[in-house]
T-cell receptor, first 112, second 119 residues
Framework: GDSVTQMEGPVTLSEEAFLTINCTYT??????LFWYVQYPGEGLQLLLK?????DKGSNKGFEATYRKETTSFHLEKGSVQVSDSAVYFC???????????FGQGTRLTINP | GAVVSQHPSWVICKSGTSVKIECRSL??????MFWYRQFPKQSLMLMAT?????????EQGVEKDKFLINHASLTLSTLTVTSAHPEDSSFYIC???????????????FGDGTRLSIL
C-alpha cells in the first residue's frame, strides 16, 4: 500500500545550521507530495508541495524536490531559526484519491 | 485564503458527556472534510472522510456510533464524541478541501485542533 517514511527524530540543531529531514514514499500511482508543519498546540499548516517529478516546492526558506527515481521528497533549509522549531510531516496524495497519507512526523528543535 | 476554523480549541468535561466539535471553512466551499485524531508525539490518524450531503466514510476500527460526523453544508462539519470517556481524551483535528472535484488533488487545509480532556 501507499506509505511515507520520515527520518526519525527528534532533531536538534543550533540556529543558522543547515537542515535536512529525509522523506521517502511508496505509492502505487502518481502522488502529489506535501510537507506540513505543526507548531505546538496547533493544527497543521501546509509548508510546500510538489505535484510531479522534478518539481521543487519552496516556502519560507524551505525547499523540497520531488525525486521520482529515488522516491524521495527531502526537506531542506539553509539556515534555520529558533522559530522553525515544530513538528514536520511529509505526506502524499494519490491522484484521484481524497486521503492524505502521512509520515510519522519529525520533531525539530532549534537552539539559540 | 483557505482558512479553516475549529471550535472549541480546548474542552474539559466529565465522563459520560457528549462533546461537539465544529469545523468551518471560512472563505471557500469545502466539498470534503476530514477528521483526524492525534495522540501525543504521534502522527495523525484519519478517523473519517465526509463529503457534503453524504454519510461519512469511517476508517477501519473507528466506531461510527461513538464518533458522529455531520457535514450538512459546504462550510460546516461537526464531530460529536458521544458518551465520552477518559480514553477518548486526545487532540482532534479537522481539515477541509474543496473545488475542482474529487480527482483534482486539492490540498487539505487544517484547523487548529481541539484538545479534548475527559475527567
Amino acid at each position: 500500500g501507499d506509505s511515507v517514511t520520515q527520518m526519525e527524530g527528534p532533531v536538534t540543531l543550533s540556529e543558522e545550521a543547515f537542515l535536512t529531514i529525509n522523506c521517502t514514499y511508496t505509492a502505487t500511482g502518481y502522488p502529489s507530495l506535501f510537507w506540513y508543519v505543526q507548531y505546538p498546540g496547533e493544527g497543521l499548516q501546509l509548508l510546500l508541495k510538489a505535484t510531479k517529478a522534478d518539481d521543487k516546492g519552496s516556502n519560507k526558506g524551505f525547499e523540497a524536490t520531488y525525486r521520482k527515481e529515488t522516491t524521495s521528497f527531502h526537506l531542506e533549509k539553509g539556515s534555520v531559526q529558533v522559530s522553525d522549531s515544530a513538528v514536520y510531516f511529509c505526506a502524499l496524495l494519490i491522484q484521484g484519491a481524497q486521503k492524505l497519507v502521512f509520515g510519522q512526523g519529525t520533531r525539530l528543535t532549534i537552539n539559540p | 485564503g483557505a482558512v479553516v476554523s475549529q471550535h472549541p480549541s480546548w474542552v474539559i468535561c466529565k465522563s459520560g458527556t457528549s462533546v461537539k466539535i465544529e469545523c468551518r471553512s471560512l472563505d471557500f466551499q469545502a466539498t470534503t472534510m476530514f477528521w483526524y485524531r492525534q495522540f501525543p508525539k504521534q502522527s495523525l490518524m484519519l478517523m473519517a472522510t465526509s463529503n457534503e450531503g453524504s454519510k461519512a466514510t469511517y476508517e477501519q476500527g473507528v466506531e461510527k456510533d461513538k464518533f458522529l460526523i455531520n457535514h450538512a453544508s459546504l462550510t460546516l462539519s461537526t464531530l460529536t464524541v458521544t458518551s465520552a470517556h477518559p480514553e477518548d481524551s486526545s487532540f482532534y483535528i479537522c481539515s477541509a478541501s474543496g473545488g475542482g472535484g474529487q480527482g483534482s488533488n486539492q490540498p487539505q487545509h487544517f484547523g487548529d485542533g481541539t484538545r479534548l480532556s475527559i475527567l
